[in-house]
């Protein structure tokens, strides 16, 4: 018989393929039915939800830094709003939008949340620790430079 069955392979999905984790087929289907244009690119759903993957990924990270320099386990919508305010770039960008449940930030509450009474005794324990770090950092360094010249 000429009509040999072979196994098939797993389809993958083509957030697999560019390997996100946000849905490019679900943002394709939102762009096409939004009717933002009346074309849209094979790439351009890749793109966006790389996009977007990338900017939650970021605030998430400075969020959850914020919380975790608080003591917190739990990023609040708090967090999120200190994260945003206080990096400039993410500022800019969201500059108009206002997070539920964010509260007020000044210019005050941005200073006091970068330096808590926790963080401020954590950073005199590092010092001493940093510079020791230095230490070692030279001492790599010329390890590195005396390998070198002897090949």
Do not use: W
């Not at 009717?35 to 400075?62: N, S």
């Not at 830094?65 to 917190?72: I, L, P, Y």
């Not at 509260?103 to 620790?129: F, N, Q």
Request: with cysteine; net charge negative.
């Amino acid at each position: 018989m000429s009509g040999k069955t072979t196994a098939k392979a797993a389809s993958k999905t083509r957030s697999q393929k560019a390997g996100l984790i946000f849905p490019v087929g679900r943002i394709a289907r939102h762009l096409r039915n939004g009717r933002y244009a009346k074309r849209i690119g094979a790439a351009a759903p890749i793109f966006m939800a790389a996009v977007l993957e990338y900017l939650t990924t970021e605030v998430l990270h400075l969020a959850g830094t914020m919380a975790n320099e608080q003591g917190k386990l739990r990023i609040t919508p708090r967090f999120i709003q200190l994260a945003v305010r206080t990096d400039e770039e993410l500022n800019d960008f969201l500059g108009n939008v206002i997070i539920a449940s964010g509260g007020v930030c000044s210019e005050t509450a941005v200073a006091t949340s970068l330096s808590t009474p926790s963080t401020a005794s954590s950073k005199k324990k590092k010092k001493p620790a940093e510079e020791d770090d230095d230490e070692d950092e030279d001492e790599e360094e010329e390890e590195e430079v005396q390998d070198s010249q002897r090949y």
